[in-house]
């Protein structure tokens, strides 16, 4: 499937949304549910991560708290707008209490190639799709996944519609068929529209998940927008801004969610 990297491809319904390890013999299954999330080495080992210790760059926790983050399995750079995800595979790193209940996951997963292979300056973790190099597609899948956990962490009703079979097998589909990236600002655009967009950023506007709404949420009109910006003292006109507020805030199409996020 176009966009869908093998590790996203084999997302189902399982008593919650289910993302197999990618090679099962090497990665840990990942499985999202109402009450927390789960990491799993095959049958022989299994732990709980709780969505309150999720951390993200959307919803950061303290380094000294119990936390667990996607990440890359083998880090080979620290730079660019990917930086958290560049590298080679995907995995979950795990602090304090997170790592303490991983331990036999990531025991059980201690294969010669993950030896080999982890690389990673900082903590422990859990490989999800160890082998895969982070091609573009497996970058902004992850991302995507990271988006969704990072909003569900923030939505309790949301995540309770994880125990609905029908919604999950959904969601599953929506994911795969519009596997989509974040929307940042255009690296060629018109100076009204940067000034636009940088400055709903700077008043807490803009949407907060990557560019991107969630479905469901909120949306104010553009002409609280056009007020609230017109506030901000940018130099553009109310109907520049209404105009860029079309194609770049209102037209933008939301994260795959709404299984989830809508009743």
């Known amino acids: 499937m176009a966009g869908v990297s093998d590790w996203l491809e084999g997302a189902r319904e399982d008593g919650g949304l289910l993302i197999p390890g ?43 708290s119990d936390r667990w983050r996607f990440e890359a399995w083998a880090t080979a750079t620290d730079v660019g707008p990917l930086k958290h995800m ?56 992850a991302l995507l996944i990271e988006v969704l956990c990072a909003a569900l962490a923030e939505r309790p009703e949301a995540r309770a519609r994880l125990a609905d079979p029908a919604r999950v097998t959904q969601l599953a589909v929506d994911l795969k068929a519009r596997p989509l ?17 940088e400055a709903l950023q700077r008043i807490d506007r803009a949407h907060r998940y990557g560019g991107r709404p969630v479905p469901g949420d909120p949306v104010p009109s553009a002409d609280e927008l056009v007020v609230e910006l017109q506030r901000e003292g940018i130099g553009v006109e109310p109907d520049q801004i209404r105009e860029v507020l079309e194609e770049q805030y209102f037209s933008v199409e939301p994260w795959p969610f709404e299984a989830l996020t809508v009743d």
């Not at 009450?35 to 926790?61: F, K, N, T």
């Open 22 to 64: 990618d090679p099962l013999k090497h990665g840990c299954d990942l499985i999202l549910k109402a009450e927390h999330v789960e990491v799993h080495a095959g049958e022989e080992a299994g732990a709980a991560l709780g969505w309150d210790e999720m951390d993200s760059i959307y919803r950061p926790i303290d380094g000294y």
């Open 86 to 141: 560049a590298g080679s595979g995907l995995g979950i790193t795990v602090h304090r209490r997170c790592h303490a209940v991983t331990v036999q996951v990531m025991a059980a997963r201690d294969t010669r190639r993950n030896r080999f292979n982890r690389s990673m300056a900082k903590g422990a973790a859990v490989p999800l799709a160890p082998w895969s190099r982070m091609s573009p597609t497996l970058a902004k899948n």
């Open 181 to 197: 990236e974040f929307d940042d600002i255009p690296l060629v655009a018109r100076s009204a529209t940067v000034e636009v967009l």
